[in-house]
């Protein structure tokens, strides 16, 4: 009897360290179970962080185009108002109309004679500035003055 006493009490013992074994194995694999589900959630967090940061991005860009395409459209129509007004404006004289048909190549030609007298007779201290400003003039009364003369349906416009 008592071989079967000592018997169940090694058993016990035996159970009882491989119960503690598993315990112990268990809380260690819960450990990284946590670790790694903390891991996973601090990744998902942060793509949905980033996710929202593009969706921010996308708006903010959808707006810029959208302020843009109406900016557009409000120059179109001051451009095209400003045609239609110039085009009302016959005199019934000729003498007139061929005037203000001469004004914009006349003003064009005359910023291209002063961008050239200021390129040949200007000192080299001063020269780069004001010619810089005189091709920028001239350039753009050329392209600003000619171009808006023919409307986008092909239609032209007197001067």
Known sequence: MDGDWFGMAASAAGGGV???????LGRVAGYF?????QAFERDRWQHDAAMTRLQMEVSRAEAEAELNAVQAEGSWQG???????DAALASG??????????????????????TATVFFNV???LKARVVETAV????????WWFGD???PSGRRYPA
């Open 79 to 85: 451009l095209t108002a400003s045609v239609a007004a």
């Open 18 to 24: 491989f119960g503690v074994i598993g315990t112990l």
């Open 93 to 114: 004289y000729q003498f007139v109309d061929a005037i203000r048909a001469l004004t914009r190549p006349a003003l064009t030609l005359l910023l291209w004679l002063i």
């Open 33 to 37: 179970e946590t670790k790694q589900q």
């Open 149 to 151: 003369r023919t409307s």
């Open 136 to 143: 920028f003039a001239a350039t753009a009364a050329t392209l």
């Open 123 to 125: 000192d080299d201290a």
